[in-house]
C-alpha cells in the first residue's frame, strides 16, 4: 500500500481513491466492525429481531443554492435515497446544522422549508436534531448532517456479491446534471440551456422495483465520483468486470457540451437522483418499464453488463470504437458538489 | 412571542433560550411530527415493534484537544449519554466529518483513535460515516456529527411528565469541569490546579441505576447551558417547580475560583460526564449509594428538589439564605464548548 500524506487533502473528500484510502488505512483499523466492513451506502443491523438500515452523510454544497435544489433539499434526498439503495424503507432521519454566525434567517428557513417539503416527498420524518452556531469564517454559511434509519424491506437482497457476470447494468436516467448544475452557479457560467439539478427522492421508485422484482442483484446511487467511481466500487467487491458502452450512456448534450468546455468527464460528475441496477437481462426490460413509468427515471436505460474477464476493473467502449479503462477518481474533480 | 432576529446569533446554537427560539419558531413548525415535538435528547420511535431511541449532535468544539480528551471523545461520549438519558441502550453511531484542507494526518488519527477507544468503552460500534473535506477556511480544522441508534430498556420510563413535587434532584458529580477546561486551553490560562473535561461515557452507570431503579421518573445530562437550564426545560415541560441549595451543589474550589475571576456562573456550564436524576425521595439514597460505587458519579449528591410552587421556574437557595430566580441561558457564555 502507498503511503498515506501527511496532511489532508480535498481528494480525500471526493468519494474517490483517496476516500477509499481513508477509510481502509485509518476507519476500518480503527472502527472495525461488520457493518463498517461491508462499505454499502449505509450499515444494515438488526435490533431485538428487527432489520435496519443506518446511513449518514453531511453537506457542504457550495453554493447553498442551486438551480434544482438547496442544501436542505439535498440533505434530505441524499440520506433518503442512502437508505433505499441499501434495500430498506426510509423513516426517520435526524438533522444536525452547523451555522456560521450572521447567516440570514430568512435562507436559514428558506433551507428548513426545503427539507420539510422534500421529508414530506419522500414519506419520511425529521424526528431529532441539533443546532451548533460557530463565529464568523469559522464555517461556510451552513452545513447539514443527516442521518436516517429505515426499515428492511422483505425478501430483499441488495448485496455486491449477487452481481454476476451477464448481468445487465440500467441508469436510471442523464448523468452529470447535479454536478454541472453547482458548478455553473458556483461560478456564474452563462450556459446556453440552464442544467438544473437531478436532486430527488428516489426511495418510492426504489420500493417499487424492489417489490416488483426481488431478483434485483445490487443498487447503488452514483453520487460523488460519479458512475466510474461506483461502478469501480462494485467491481472490486463482487470481483466481476464491468464493460460500458459509450454510445448508450445517457448524458444531455448541453451537458457534455459545459464538460468538453471545461475539462471535465460527465462519467465521475455527481449526481443525486439516480440510481444504478445490477439485474439478469432477462428482467431488464420489467426494471426499464417499471423506470419508464415514472418521471424521475423516464430516460432509463442500459448502459453495459457484467463481464467474467477485466475483474476488478470498469472498460468502456468509446464511440469510435477503442476501449477504454475507466479507473476511480483520482484527486478531486469539483470539490463541495453535495 | 418576540420578533425573531434576521440574523442567526452564537446565542442560537447556546442550548439556551435562542436554541429554543429557533427550535420552536422554526423546526418544529417545518417539520411537525410527534417524536420532536417530546423535545427530549432523541427521539422514541417503534420499527417493526422494536423500540428505539434516535438522536445527534454536531460536534465544533475549539480548541479540538483539550486537557482530558479531545473532538472525537467528546462525539462518541456526547451521543452514547444523549441515548442514555433517553432510557435506552446505546448500540450503533455514525460518524460524518467535515474536515479542512491541510489538517494534519497525525492529529485525524489520533481523533479516530479516541472515537474508537470510546466506542469500546461504551460498548458501541460505529457502524456508517462519511467524510467531506472544504478548502482551507470553509472548517476550522475539523467538525465531526455522531447519530446514534439504541435500543429502549423494557419496563422504563423517563418522561418530562413523571416529575412531581417531592422528588429529589440529584447530580451525579462537579459541575462546570468540561467547560473550564475547554476555555482555558482556548485561551492559554494558566491556573494553580489544572482543570481536566469531565467527558464520559455515562451509559454504563445510567443502565444500571435504571436496572436497580426503575422508578426514575427523569434524567437529563446538563451540556450546553448547563444545570439551570436543563433543570428550566424540565420545570417547564413537567409544569413544577425546582428548588436548588447552592450549599448541596457539587463545584471543585478551582472551578469557582475561575469563574469567579472571569465573571462565569457554574451552574451555567456545560458538562459532558453528568447526569441529573429525578427520583422520589425514599429512592434517593439508592441511586446514591449505587453512583458512590463507580468512578464517574463519586461525588454524586442531591442538589434540590421539586415543587409544587413555582410551576416552570428554577430557584436558588443562595449561600447567604436568599433565594435567586435562575432563567434559562439567554446569550451565549462560552461558544463552541462541545
Redesign the interface.
Known amino acids: 500500500m502507498h503511503k498515506?500524506?501527511?496532511?489532508?487533502?480535498?481528494?480525500?473528500?471526493?468519494g474517490g481513491r483517496l476516500?477509499q484510502d481513508?477509510?481502509k488505512n485509518?476507519?476500518l483499523p480503527?472502527?472495525q466492525?461488520q457493518?463498517?466492513a461491508e462499505m454499502h451506502d449505509?450499515?444494515r443491523?438488526t435490533?431485538?429481531?428487527?432489520k435496519?438500515a443506518?446511513?449518514?452523510?453531511?453537506?457542504?454544497v457550495?453554493p447553498r443554492f442551486f438551480p434544482g435544489g438547496n442544501i436542505g433539499k439535498l440533505a434530505v434526498c441524499g440520506t433518503v435515497n442512502d437508505l433505499a439503495v441499501c434495500g430498506a424503507q426510509p423513516?426517520?432521519l435526524?438533522?444536525?446544522?452547523?451555522?456560521?454566525?450572521?447567516?440570514?434567517?430568512?435562507e436559514?428557513?428558506q433551507i428548513?422549508?426545503s427539507?420539510?417539503e422534500m421529508?414530506a416527498a419522500a414519506g419520511v420524518?425529521?424526528?431529532?436534531?441539533?443546532?451548533?452556531?460557530?463565529?464568523k469564517?469559522?464555517?461556510?454559511g451552513i452545513?447539514i448532517?443527516t442521518?436516517g434509519?429505515g426499515?428492511m424491506l422483505p425478501g430483499v437482497q441488495i448485496a455486491a456479491n449477487r452481481v454476476k457476470p451477464g448481468q445487465d447494468i440500467i441508469v436510471s436516467g442523464f448523468l452529470g446534471d447535479h454536478a454541472i448544475a453547482v458548478m455553473s452557479e458556483r461560478h456564474g457560467l452563462t450556459l446556453p440551456a440552464q442544467i438544473v439539478s437531478d436532486c430527488a427522492p428516489l426511495n418510492k421508485l426504489i420500493q417499487k422495483l424492489l417489490t416488483e422484482v426481488p431478483e434485483i442483484a445490487m443498487l447503488r446511487d452514483p453520487t460523488r465520483g460519479g458512475l466510474a467511481t461506483t461502478l469501480n466500487e462494485i467491481a472490486v467487491d463482487a470481483g466481476v468486470g464491468v464493460m460500458l458502452d459509450e454510445n448508450l450512456i445517457p448524458v444531455r448534450p448541453e451537458v457534455q457540451a459545459v464538460c468538453a468546455l471545461l475539462g471535465f468527464d460527465s462519467l465521475y460528475l455527481a449526481n443525486e437522483g439516480k440510481v444504478i441496477v445490477f439485474v439478469e437481462k432477462e428482467l431488464s426490460e420489467k426494471v426499464l418499464t417499471i423506470m419508464h413509468q415514472t418521471e424521475t427515471a423516464g430516460a432509463a436505460c442500459v448502459v453495459g453488463t457484467v463481464t467474467e474477464k477485466m475483474s476488478g476493473q470498469v472498460v468502456l467502449k468509446t464511440k469510435i470504437g477503442g476501449l477504454r479503462l475507466l479507473d476511480m477518481l483520482s484527486g478531486?474533480q469539483l470539490?463541495?458538489i453535495c
Open positions: 498515506m500524506p501527511e496532511q489532508i487533502l480535498l481528494g480525500h473528500g471526493s476516500s481513508l477509510i485509518i476507519m480503527a472502527f466492525n457493518a463498517l449505509g450499515a443491523l435490533i431485538n429481531g428487527t435496519l443506518f446511513t449518514t452523510d453531511s453537506y457542504v457550495k423513516l426517520y435526524s438533522a444536525g446544522f452547523i451555522l456560521e454566525e450572521g447567516l440570514s434567517m430568512a436559514f428557513r428548513v422549508a427539507m420539510a421529508a420524518e425529521i424526528v431529532t436534531g441539533d443546532t451548533k452556531v460557530v463565529e469564517g469559522a464555517v461556510d452545513y448532517n442521518a434509519v426499515a478531486e470539490p463541495r
